[in-house]
């Protein structure tokens, strides 16, 4: 493995690292609880035509900022399998600091024969300060935004779930409750009575699959604490279940949920929602990521919208940008 030279024009705060691989980013940690999704672990189960860049702090010799992409036919592209990955930083990153590694990106990329670079960022929600600058900075060198979907999320408190939803949502939750359903995690969980139910429900309700069974059991059983399954029984028969992914400690994505059609009318997507609601408190988790709406064809789908709104969930912007090399 052989690093480029750092670039001495900053070579007083940080220097930029790049090398062909992902084994770079092991060599050093991340200056703070980072994204699950850009860690080297999972950068590993996406794939193998890597390049990594690294912004090394040279007071403290841990990472500021990175970035890791592949090749995928005649693009360059962050994240190859995964819901984001583009450019993670710290907040205090010098902007000289965040337009170098772009700019090392861009070079990289072309070295690759890539016609393009595709980047496809992290929800506003999880880093404001970070969205706005790093989307700044990209536009200043050459990228146009492709995609921005609103991204819907709940900010976690103290206050019971039930008292935060609207009229006709707490009426549901109730209707759950009566009926005698439970809320639990799922741990251990059965993976393939769980991977064979999303599959089911998937087919009945004519939803294109976002992920292989196969690659879905991998993660599971690979990082067990990163991606707990939730689920809701009518006493022994699973009618909802989530799959989510602690993406950091404060944050909690809701990945894939699913409910029985059976069952509609009772809604018991509430009751995991509550039960959600309640695991992060218990947790500390700040943010319950709701995820974007979309129907198959990726259009916005407004029912669902609609559905997380009655929640008391917030959006933020989720952006895929390109630039042509």
Known sequence: MQ???PNLSIIVSHVIESACGIDLADTRAFSQPGFFFNEPAHLRQQGNTAHTILAVNQLTG?????CTFFQHDQQVVSPLAAPFGSIEFVPDLPDTVLVELIQRL?????TTGATSIRLVNYPGCYAPE?????LDQLARHGFRTTATYENFHLTVSQQPFEQRIISAEQRRLRKCRAAGFRFAQWFPPDIFVATTFIERIHQQRNHAQTIAPAQLTKLIQTFPDRFPLFGVWDVGRLIALVVAVRVSPGILYHFLPVSDPAYDAYSPMVLLIDGLWTYCQQQSIALLDLGVSLNSDRTPKPSLMQFKRNLGAQTSLKTTVERLL
């Open 3 to 5: 690093l480029s030279p």
């Open 62 to 66: 841990y990472i500021d900022g990175r």
């Open 106 to 110: 861009i070079k990289l990329a072309e």
């Open 130 to 134: 970070q969205t706005t600058r790093l």
